[in-house]
């Protein structure tokens, strides 16, 4: 059964840093796209941050400048580093691995993290 792990989340305070990890098991890793979602308390969830299997990373405007998405393929997993939180930051991050096939596609989530950035 194909495990997406996220470690990582918590606390953090305003202006200050904090790491997400996405660690994937039972799957082909480097064939994989990773994209990191939040979704706030009474919002859609929105994608943060993207990196393509080989290696091309992609950030929403809101947090470009702030988060950096880096994969390591030795060890199956993606760190979302974020830094210079603001509280509009706080959420649930969600870890998805997308597999495109042909016509169709392999699709995973993790079951998320809470992140909260508060004073």
């Known amino acids: 059964q194909v495990q997406l792990v996220e470690p990582g989340g918590g606390l953090g305070q305003p202006g200050g840093s904090l790491r997400l990890s996405c660690s994937a098991a039972?799957?082909?890793?480097?064939?994989?796209?990773i994209t990191w979602y939040r979704q706030a308390p009474g919002k859609q969830r929105e994608l943060v941050a993207s990196?393509?299997?080989?290696?091309?990373?992609y950030y929403a405007d809101s947090v470009k400048g702030r988060f950096t998405i880096s994969r390591d393929n030795a060890k199956s997993t993606v760190n979302l580093q974020m830094s210079s939180l603001k509280a509009e930051d706080t959420a649930v991050y969600y870890c998805?691995?997308?597999?495109?096939?042909?016509?169709?596609?392999?699709?995973?989530w993790g079951q998320g993290t809470q992140v909260t950035v508060s004073s």
């Open positions: 998805n691995a997308v597999r495109v096939i042909g016509p169709a596609s392999l699709n995973y």
């Open positions: 039972r799957i082909t890793f480097t064939a994989y796209a």
């Open positions: 990196i393509t299997s080989t290696g091309s990373a």
